[in-house]
């Protein structure tokens, strides 16, 4: 494929190994002979599940050695940002928070806070009430990254108002960083919304 010109490598590498792209019009016609094979939902859920443990690799709470693997998501952001529009498209907003908790702090520093945070309220209105879901750490987690875009786009009243249906100290109880997090973007509203008494507290 390389000496024909169908696939180009890359001088960017991981672990040693060469990275590969295909032109567009190389990539196109492959879209196309996959979606003909009938292989496309097998080789999308491999393509998934290397997208989730990729961005697992970038959460601080799961690998200490987290942000040493950050400029390893720069160079994945295409795929990263496929399979973030892949999970919605089939509102699978669970693996959307997964993907989106192991990116986060990456694109806080590199990336484009406004999009993240669209696809965060995606995620969101999919996700619906966290009381009457049973997998309501998901939801937490969702709505601490939700509450974080929202306070660092400038929208105070929004963050504060997504962690409203959450019980602060429950989630604390099973998940200490998630409630860390969502306290932590909770006093800085406060400190904002009240000036600074509640947030003290």
Not at 35 to 42: I, K, M, N, P, T
Not at 63 to 91: I, S
Not at 98 to 111: K, M, P, S
Request: proline share 3%; with cysteine; glycine share 8%.
């Amino acid at each position: 494929l390389l000496d024909n010109g169908l696939l180009r490598a890359d001088r960017e590498r991981i672990d040693g190994q060469p990275r590969f792209t295909l032109l567009l019009t190389v990539r196109e016609f492959a879209a196309e002979q996959l979606s003909s094979s009938g292989e496309a939902a097998a080789v999308t859920t491999r393509f998934l599940d290397l997208a989730l443990e990729t961005a697992t690799l970038g959460d601080p709470v799961v690998c200490r050695d987290a942000p040493g693997r950050w400029p390893e998501l720069l160079v994945e952001a295409r795929n990263l940002q496929k399979a973030a529009r892949l999970l919605l498209e089939t509102g699978d907003w669970r693996g959307f928070t997964v993907l989106a908790w192991g990116t986060f702090h990456w694109i806080y520093r590199f990336g484009d806070m406004r999009v993240f945070a669209s696809w965060a309220e995606q995620a969101l209105a999919q996700a619906g009430d966290p009381q009457s879901d049973g997998d309501r750490a998901a939801a937490a987690r969702l709505r601490s990254g939700v509450s974080w875009a929202r306070f660092l786009l400038g929208d105070v009243a929004g963050s504060l108002a997504v962690q409203e249906p959450l019980d602060l100290d429950v989630v604390a109880a099973s998940d200490p960083a998630c409630a860390a997090l969502l306290l932590n973007s909770r006093a800085l509203g406060l400190l904002q919304a009240d000036g600074g008494a509640e947030a003290r507290d």
